[in-house]
Structure formats: structure tokens, C-alpha cells
T-cell receptor, first 114, second 108 residues
């Protein structure tokens, strides 16, 4: 079944540790996105990629980095996790072109930083 | 900056109609999305408006007024499974800015 997968499903992490959240899509979408979702704040864009080989900063990029080596994968790295990065992280992808270009979301990763 | 407002919570009875309003002030605008998100799940696409007016899709309709910075999502013939959060999102050059979401509770 086509779609987006994320790993891990959930993770408890000690502050200061490095962590990479994985995201893979098989829809051959050009664009991919990382959001965090916090209670009362809604989804906020962390980083995005319009196409393989390019990335850009979203609304809340500090403390996070991304790479886009190929079309399918878009990992998010926390170099040194802090408790304020406790959140639910969603990866999404979309086409860029004619049409609605709605974003399709992965199932999310629940991250707790202690 | 981006400012997108929607009510925090709404409650309605099964079979009724609920209207969720969304107002926005954003630096750019290429359209407005509505997403549905059940608790513990990913958001899923409901509707998209790029021009002024009403878009109807079955029990769900969405309206947009670009001059007023206003949209609403209308849910008709409410069912228990419609209990979820509804997210308003403004599209600016393929990047989405989301409101905090409206939690709709449907009562029997």
C-alpha cells in the first residue's frame, strides 16, 4: 500500500542524546515536510524539502536538521535533544504542480525527552 | 507572520450540523486546506479552497472568502465517527501554516 512510514513509533530519550527520526514515502512525491504537534499549538513546520537535494527552514527549525539524499527518504535529526523537543512529530509529502497538492501525513513519532 | 484562528472546542448532537470557522492573516495565500485528525492518528485531507465560494463533498462543505480572510467547514448529518479535531491550514507556496485545531465532540 502506497503511503508514508515513520520510525520509530515512539521513543524515550535522555537529554543531550542524538536522535534521528526516519521518514520514507513511496508515492514519488517531490516535496516532503517535518512538523511537530504540541497541545494547543497545532502543527508547526520544522523543515521542508521541495525536491531531492534541497532543504529549507520552516517556522521552528532550531535544534533540528534534515537531509534529502533521494526522493523517498527525509530523516530528521536532533543533534542534542532537550526536554522542549518532547512532541509528536509528523512527516508529510506532496506533489508540487497542477492540482490540489494536498499533503499526506505519516502516522507520527511520539518523542519524549527526559 | 502567520495568524490562524479557530475555536478550540465544539459539541453537537448526532444528526445535527456544525460549522467550524477559521480566520487568517498570513503573509501569503495560495489556498486553504481543512484536515481531519482523530485522536492519536495522522491528519487526513478533507477539502481545499483556492477561490471564493463553497466546495461541497458529501456531508462536508467548505467555504472561503479571501477578502475577509475567512473560511468555514460545515459538517452535516453528524455521526459519532465525526468526533475528531479539524485543522484549518493556509497554503503559502506549498508550505502549510496550521491553526491550533477545533475538537468536535458528537453526542448521541
Amino acid at each position: 500500500i502506497a503511503g508514508i512510514t515513520q520510525a520509530p513509533t515512539s521513543q524515550i530519550l535522555a537529554a543531550g542524546r542524538r536522535m534521528t527520526l526516519r521518514c520514507t514515502q513511496d508515492m514519488r512525491h517531490n516535496a516532503m515536510y517535518w512538523y511537530r504537534q504540541d497541545l494547543g499549538l497545532g502543527l508547526r513546520l520544522i523543515h521542508y524539502s521541495n525536491t531531492a537535494g534541497t532543504t529549507g527552514k520552516g517556522e521552528v527549525p532550531d535544534g533540528y536538521s534534515v537531509s534529502r539524499a533521494n526522493t523517498d527518504d527525509f530523516p530528521l535529526t536532533l543533534a542534542s535533544a532537550v526536554p522542549s523537543q518532547t512532541s509528536v512529530y509528523f512527516c508529510a509529502s506532496s506533489e508540487r504542480g497542477e492540482g490540489i497538492n494536498e499533503q499526506f501525513f505519516g502516522p507520527g513519532t511520539r518523542l519524549t525527552v527526559l | 507572520g502567520q495568524n490562524i484562528d479557530q475555536p478550540t472546542e465544539m459539541t453537537a448532537t448526532e444528526g445535527a450540523i456544525v460549522q467550524i470557522n477559521c480566520t487568517y492573516q498570513t503573509s501569503g495565500f495560495n489556498g486553504l486546506f481543512w484536515y481531519q485528525q482523530h485522536a492519536g492518528e495522522a491528519p487526513t485531507f478533507l477539502s481545499y479552497n483556492v477561490l471564493d465560494g463553497l466546495e461541497e463533498k458529501g456531508r462536508f462543505s467548505s467555504f472561503l472568502s479571501r477578502s475577509k480572510g475567512y473560511s468555514y467547514l460545515l459538517l452535516k448529518e453528524l455521526q459519532m465517527k465525526d468526533s475528531a479535531s479539524y485543522l484549518c491550514a493556509v497554503n503559502n507556496d506549498y508550505k502549510l501554516s496550521f491553526g491550533a485545531g477545533t475538537t468536535v465532540t458528537v453526542r448521541a
